[in-house]
């Protein structure tokens, strides 16, 4: 396949007249189109306005995508206990695995081709089949809570048996659908996880070659001094005391660090996900990002889940990062479009831990996303990459691919029934309505 059009192969080089060469799940070639149609005669081709390298969600909620505006207007922690949670102990495994479609189909429609996704308790595996039924790569994992305070019961287990369930999922889906899917171990947070889970965390993931640990931390100003009052350690430092820190971890968030754990996070080369459009609605607060980037620290980009967002558009996102960050530092440097889609690419692909994957590069994997510029706001395009990171949005994409597989074209899902998962996913959200109302004042 010859796909051609306004190349962005990656945050620093644009080819205006380009072509990407994809052969089975890989890019063969990246360059001028008429030199590539000529080496590459037999190819089929296909033109796009713009292709740019699939986006990644460096951390997403798709299981909680049936709850998009059941809780607006609250902070992190009521925002959780009293309308997220009981969401997620309200659904069977059949509206697990339709939540996660419905997730992983507006990631497919609006060009994120690889995601880090907490899933819930219950029901996980159910996931790991929308995953990949749709055809995302994915960094999936089931979520883990063997403390309570004011969960419900449905969701609290006993530590061993998170953690054998955890295992039991590695083994079957670690490595899964062509390796387009692997696993994170991943508790919800250290607010809601005992020491010995959260070192059982560890341990788990050590077993297994490859597996990551995703989790969130230092979102709010609350469950922070929560965590220091409960273990006497900054939430980093606690982070870090039982081995959750290190090359192989995601925390989401990240806002409120001091600068010792700033240190920890640098220092044991620690990913961290940005996630802006959820901490504004939350108003958790501004993540310290040039800081970290300073630092050396890896920062990948994430809606986080639809109740706090409410989209994942990864566009809009990133539009969010920069001007976020330009905001505080009351700087209009901080930021630019080069950083955020860097963040939102390879960043991201580093953090979800997937080789050759981010850039539109020769012998890197062919997750590819084609958008349409016939737009007035696209109108007119001097910059490109300026238009993808501040004008476009997800519905400007039209075409998905990931592993050379097209997902997504013109507007039409082509592995699944696109009208389907919306009206099931409203069917769940119908049976849902009197427990979300019944939070709802
Ligand atoms: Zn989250």
Redesign the pocket.
Known sequence: MLLSGIVVADAHTVVRDGAIVVDDDRIAAVGDTTELAERYPDHATAEYDVLAPGLVGG?I?SVQSVGRGIADDTALLDWLFEYVLPMEADLNADEMEAAARLGYLECIESGTTTCID?LSVAHADRAFEAAGELGIRGRLGKVLMDRGADAPDELVERTDAGLAESERLIREYHGAFDDRIRYAVTPRFAVSCSEDCLRGVRDLADQYDGVRIHT?ASENTEEVATIERDTGHRNIHWLDEVGLTGEDVVL?HCVHTDETEREVLAETGTHVTY?PS?NMKLASGIAPIPEYLDRGINVALGN??PP?NNTLDPFTEMRQASLLGKVDTRDPTTLPAETVFEMATVNGAAAAGFERVGKLKEGWKADIVGLSTDLTRATPLYDVLSHLVFAAHGDDVTFTMVDGEVLYEDGELTVADAPAIREEARRVARDLDTAANESIP
């Open positions: 951390h909620h907490h969130h989401a996630c959820s986080d889940g706090c």
